[in-house]
């Protein structure tokens, strides 16, 4: 596993941003309808009304957003999220067997406004590459790497 991190890392190096979404996204996905999305507490899953919902200066565990998302709110980020998606580049969310959202809260409410109805999604993985920037030296290391659960 270590082996294949470090391969990674390496080829990283040189990739554009839409090579990094594709790394981060693997284009393999299912689709699932918005309305079968549940929280944590079984309710249905609530989607924003507006962007304006998410006009608030990010909070510390969230963290900060790369310098590519412009101002550090999550509704740049979920205008950036929808630059990529209009790109052609899908961003599924992942979920677990129950339909609820374990990461991909902002990447689901960015292709809600987008309207659409069904929303790409992996299942129960075992591990997810994270990644900050495509933008090298950024936050170093953190660019890309293997995150498991
Ligand atoms: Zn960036």
């Keep these: 596993m270590?082996?294949?991190?470090?391969e990674d890392q390496t080829s990283m190096n040189d990739l554009n941003e839409i090579e990094f979404?594709?790394?981060?996204?693997?284009?393999?996905?299912?689709l699932i309808?918005?309305?079968?999305?549940?929280?944590?507490?079984?309710?249905p899953f609530t989607f924003i009304k507006s962007l304006e919902e998410l006009n608030t200066p990010r909070t510390k565990e969230?963290?900060?957003?790369?310098?590519?998302?412009?101002?550090?709110?999550?509704?740049?980020?979920v205008?950036?999220?929808?630059?990529?998606?209009?790109?052609?580049?899908?961003?599924?969310i992942f979920i677990n067997n129950k339909n609820q959202i374990m990461d991909g809260y902002h990447?689901?409410?960015?292709?809600?406004?987008?309207?659409?109805?069904?929303i790409p999604y992996y299942r129960n993985k075992l591990w997810r590459n994270?990644?900050?920037c495509w933008k090298k030296g950024i936050e170093g290391r953190r660019r890309l790497r293997l995150k498991s659960w």
């Design 2 to 6: 270590s082996s294949i991190k470090l």
């Design 21 to 30: 979404f594709l790394k981060l996204f693997p284009q393999d996905y299912d």
């Design 33 to 43: 309808k918005k309305e079968d999305l549940v929280d944590f507490v079984g309710n």
């Design 62 to 77: 969230e963290g900060p957003v790369c310098e590519c998302v412009g101002e550090n709110t999550n509704k740049s980020l």
């Design 79 to 92: 205008l950036y999220f929808q630059s990529i998606i209009n790109q052609g580049i899908e961003l599924p």
């Design 107 to 118: 990447r689901v409410q960015a292709y809600h406004l987008l309207g659409r109805e069904k």
């Design 130 to 132: 994270h990644g900050f």
